[in-house]
């Protein structure tokens, strides 16, 4: 291949990101504009944190159980080669609190929401119902964009609440099984020190992630190319694009979080 010709590849390809870039920017700016324009979908938004949080409750229980279980049975060899087991529930909760249950999560929700919302928006778009709705003079973007941003916006954050609270119960059946630790003490231990700082890192989290898999199962289900690839093309690429976008979030969040400790 010549040099012109790799050149103009590189080109190509540089323009085709920018307009990614300016199509997620168009996307994000006529969500901010529709969120605050009437009417407001409240019985849509009602069903999607329905179908968001509380059909995910199963799924979010045995992953936030078993975490919270291997983590503690994980953790005990170490502590005992310095006699710290006490510090066995301060520093699972810790990490709970702080990091496992916001991004376990998220990460799970991503797989399973963001992968169902690029489904199902690509499918409207493939089979033209989207566009029906704008012939029928109903708003396709508020009603099905805005309610499940807004909707994996709140579920996020409450599914993180029950999944730290869920592996907590996890990680106090392991050390009651060994330690013979009652469960007043178990939790005294576990939130002696965690701090209001890492409760609003958490929630900071949550919603971050929350809002992050709407948009990106979202966008990427609205503009799903023709045919029934697209379909599929969008349910994975918002799975990846969704957890590669989670876990900069982290970094970035932590990272800030850390200057305020």
């Known amino acids: 291949m010549s040099s012109s010709s790799k050149s103009t590849l590189i080109s190509r390809k540089v323009d085709k990101s920018l307009l990614i870039f300016y199509d997620a920017w168009i996307f994000s700016r006529r969500f901010f504009r529709e969120l605050f324009r009437g009417p407001f979908e409240f019985q849509e938004i009602v069903k999607q944190c329905y179908q968001i949080g509380y059909r995910s409750l199963p799924l979010i229980s045995l992953t936030g159980f078993i975490t919270g279980m291997v983590f503690t049975k994980q953790s005990r ?27 376990i999560t998220s990460l799970i929700s991503a797989g399973r929401v963001g992968s169902s919302i690029g489904a199902e928006l690509g499918s409207m778009r493939v089979t033209e119902q989207i566009d ?75 919603i971050a992630y929350g809002f992050t898999i709407g948009m990106v199962g979202c966008y990427k289900g609205y503009y799903a190319s023709k045919g029934t690839q697209g379909v599929g093309r969008a349910a994975n690429s918002s799975v990846v694009l969704s957890m590669f976008l989670i876990f900069i979030e982290e970094v970035i ?9």
């Open 77 to 103: 060899p170490r502590l005992m080669e310095f006699g710290a087991t006490s510090w066995l529930p301060s520093l699972v909760s810790i990490a709970i609190v702080r990091a496992l249950a916001p991004l």
């Open 132 to 206: 029906a709705m704008e012939v029928s003079a109903v708003n396709p973007f508020k009603y099905l964009v805005v309610t499940r941003v807004i909707a994996t916006t709140i579920s996020i954050p409450i599914l993180s609440a029950y999944c730290a609270i869920v592996g907590l119960m996890g990680s106090f059946l392991d050390v009651t099984m060994n330690e013979e630790t009652n469960i007043v003490a178990f939790f005294k231990d576990a939130f002696e020190q965690i701090t209001f700082l890492d409760i609003y890192s958490a929630l900071i989290k949550a």
């Open 253 to 261: 969040i932590v990272q800030v979080t850390n200057w305020f400790r």
